[in-house]
């Protein structure tokens, strides 16, 4: 029977011969909302410093997608419109919206559409997150205390749902029936995602290929998605079309592996979220599954304990089999892989300012420490 390590490798891409793959408790929420708890920094989106605001071509972009989330974010309920705030003036990267404003960009399209789909996308992404940092109760969220940690996991919930159903009047809005369809598509199948990940809880056992499933549907669907509506927005061809998504589904793939990999070798601070949640949670992820592999007996007993029961008390040295396994480096060689093949679905796209910034956000990926 073939080797482990090389069943792992294989099922995550990754050549053999290049060897590179191989809560805290909720307590009782307050369910309203309190002064005190609103984040000391600007409630205002566009007070939200843009990244790389230095050479952005996205700049201006960004601050017209910004003016939509602010605007398309009001409610006239009052706790959803605190929390809403709350979570998306924290800022983030706001990766998805870029894919779309740079495809759309790529495929000549310049009309307004290219805004409310970017902010429509930041607010599904934003849905997801306080659904899930319910689901895991998390307690950290870029950088401060997440939403269920300080308005409850009831209103936290509720929230999504709104900026969910938000999401869908935008859509409807934009009044193109495929924009609706492969929105549709993709949440459907984010959700598919959470609830496999939630099927592959403290399962030791789980197959490399399956935990990529779950990667793939949970967050590279998303990332697929915006991509594509830039390709459909500038009426590109279905080859073109294809091409965009794919890059989208390798980068959103890249960007999670690297997830994975933080929560074993970040830093909280840098990360804006706490580390070693995964281990915690009974999460069995692309690095632990490696180290496994490369373990022997006794050292993959310890880490199936863990997985299977939760157990943090070993997690020093589970850290430090993880570590010396090898396990981090093959996790970044299989994310490097995936940014390796959406940069190959660039090839469509002519030299430009656009092509050369989705070049640069499959490197930001790989290389990021948040
Ligand atoms: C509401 C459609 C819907 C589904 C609910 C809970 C759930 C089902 C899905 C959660 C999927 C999820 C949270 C995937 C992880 C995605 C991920 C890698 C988030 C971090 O993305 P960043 O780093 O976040 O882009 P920032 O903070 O930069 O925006």
Request: charged share 25%; net charge negative; hydrophobic share 45%.
């Amino acid at each position: 029977m073939e080797p482990l390590p090389d069943r792992a490798a294989r099922a995550a891409g990754v050549s053999k011969a290049a060897d590179t793959l191989a809560g805290q408790p909720i307590g009782r929420s307050r369910s309203i909302p309190i002064i005190s708890a609103r984040p000391s920094g600007p409630l205002n989106v566009l007070d939200t410093p843009a990244p790389n605001s230095a050479a952005d071509p996205l700049d201006d972009a960004m601050r017209q997608v910004d003016a939509v989330i602010r605007d398309r974010l009001s409610s006239r309920v009052s706790l959803i419109d605190q929390i809403a705030q709350y979570i998306i003036s924290a800022g983030g990267k706001r990766i998805r919206p870029r894919l779309v404003l740079l495809f759309s960009q790529a495929l000549g399209f310049e009309g307004p559409e290219r805004f409310e789909l970017a902010a429509i996308v930041e607010f599904i992404h934003t849905a997801t997150l306080l659904h899930d940092d319910v689901v895991d109760e998390s307690m950290l969220r870029r950088g401060r205390a997440t939403s269920n940690a300080v308005f409850g996991n009831a209103a936290s919930v509720l929230v999504g749902d709104f900026l969910y159903s938000r999401a869908f009047q935008m859509m409807v809005s934009v009044n193109r029936m495929r924009v609706l369809d492969v929105l549709a598509e993709a949440t459907n199948v984010i959700a598919e995602g959470e609830v496999l990940q939630l099927m592959n809880m403290h399962d030791a056992d789980l197959a490399v290929d399956e935990y990529l499933r779950v990667i793939r549907f949970k967050t590279a669907k998303l990332f697929e998605a915006s991509a594509r509506l830039g390709a459909v927005l500038g009426n590109a061809s279905p080859q073109i079309e294809d091409a965009c998504a794919g890059y989208g589904r390798a980068l959103g793939t890249a960007f999670q592996l690297v997830d994975d990999l933080l929560d074993y070798d970040g830093d909280s601070e840098a990360l804006g979220k706490s580390v070693g949640d995964d281990l915690r949670e009974g999460k069995p992820t692309l690095p632990l599954l490696i180290a496994m592999e490369r373990a022997d007996e006794g050292e993959r007993a310890l880490i199936r304990g863990a997985i299977e029961h939760g157990e943090v008390a070993q997690m020093p040295q589970i850290l430090e089999i993880v570590r010396r396994t090898g396990a981090l480096d093959a996790t970044r060689a299989a994310a490097q892989r995936e940014a390796d093949q959406a940069r190959d679905c660039l090839d469509m796209l002519p030299p430009s300012a656009v092509r050369q910034a989705l070049l640069e956000l499959c490197a930001r990926s790989i290389h990021r420490s948040s």
